[in-house]
């Protein structure tokens, strides 16, 4: 994979100054309405994004977050797919083209994109931000309605970050099911609230149905152990703060994490995780507690000490989300 700071970098540079000239109030309420929007219950059958003034809020403020999402689904993606890189891609609703550049950071190379969303202002912004990563800059910018109308030509790789949310439960599944029509390997990612994990199960369901096998984040394609209801399987990205995050938010941290939920499911051979970490690991003295999703379809807590050896070392370094054990040679 390429060194994921690279274009990390280059897309903040590329967001720098997007709100010059626009009054820090008016950049402020349009972050707040749109966080509204998008956090809401209620579908919408027009796009979130206005006009000028909302898609520079958006992309100054929501852009690094969903990059750095999309980018952890993927990289864990990769890890179960070593020597795959996809030759095509096409990013479902990608608005501004968060997930175009994490692809991009996660995959070496150049591949024929396509971004398809319905706010012209949101592609055409998008568009003017890619041309500041050399693997984007001839990437196709496409208004689709983005619903039970969507027809999508074949590809490696569909992305689905962040829209189903605003979508009806009927046009939630005909996107899902157009991405499964048309691509290899799929990758559905949203908010990491409850109602978030629910679209991305039910997509998960979708998909399988479909003939998909998940490569990540689960260790199997069979039914999520969690009971509906009980619990939601999410995990965390840090996002480095802008000053619009601090005025909007307030607070004095350099930083904020980005919780979401995910599922990575492809066509052809993966090797899933022998097992993922589901919670923040705890460390104790001499032991670390590490709360697993296992491949028997079960979830279960292991604690690992000092006596397991290098294997305990392992255990310090995990992080949320992260395959255990690090060596599938310790499986």
Do not use: N
Request: charged fraction near 25%; include cysteine.
């Amino acid at each position: 994979m390429s060194e994921l700071v690279v274009p990390a970098e280059a897309l903040r540079a590329a967001l720098s100054g997007l709100l010059d000239g626009l009054p820090p109030r008016q950049a402020a309420g349009a972050v707040e309405r749109l966080i509204a929007s998008y956090r809401g219950d209620t579908p919408t059958d027009a796009p979130i994004l206005r006009d000028r003034a909302d898609v520079a809020a958006y992309a100054a403020y929501r852009m690094p977050a969903t990059f750095e999402a999309v980018r952890s689904a993927l990289a864990a993606f990769a890890d179960a797919v070593p020597g795959w890189a996809p030759g095509s891609h096409v990013d479902v609703g990608g608005g501004t083209g968060a997930a175009t550049w994490a692809v991009a950071a996660t995959w070496d190379g150049e591949r024929p994109v396509t971004v398809l969303d319905w706010a012209e202002p949101a592609l055409a912004l998008g568009r003017e931000i890619a041309a500041a990563h050399p693997a984007l800059r001839d990437a196709r910018w496409q208004r689709a309605r983005i619903g039970s109308a969507l027809r999508l030509d074949a590809a490696d790789l569909v992305t689905v970050s962040y829209v189903l949310g605003e979508l009806t439960a009927a046009d939630r599944t005909a996107v899902v099911d157009a991405a499964a029509a048309a691509a290899r390997a799929v990758v559905v990612v949203e908010p990491g609230t409850p109602d978030g994990y629910a679209r991305v199960i039910e997509a998960r369901g979708r998909l399988v149905a479909a003939g998909f096998q998940v490569a990540a984040p689960c260790p199997h394609s069979a039914a999520c152990p969690i009971a509906p209801g009980t619990d939601w399987c999410h995990f965390s990205a840090r996002v480095s703060r802008s000053s619009l995050h601090r005025q909007v938010k307030g607070g004095s941290l350099a930083y904020e994490d980005e919780k979401f939920s995910y599922v990575a499911a492809v066509r052809f051979p993966v090797t899933p995780a022998p097992a993922r970490v589901v919670r923040r690991p705890q460390i104790r003295k001499g032991q670390v507690l590490l709360d697993l999703c296992e491949p028997d379809e079960q979830l279960r807590r292991r604690t690992v000490t000092k006596r397991h050896g290098t294997l305990y070392k392992a255990a310090r370094d995990a992080d949320w989300g992260d395959a255990w054990p690090p060596d599938r040679d310790e499986v």
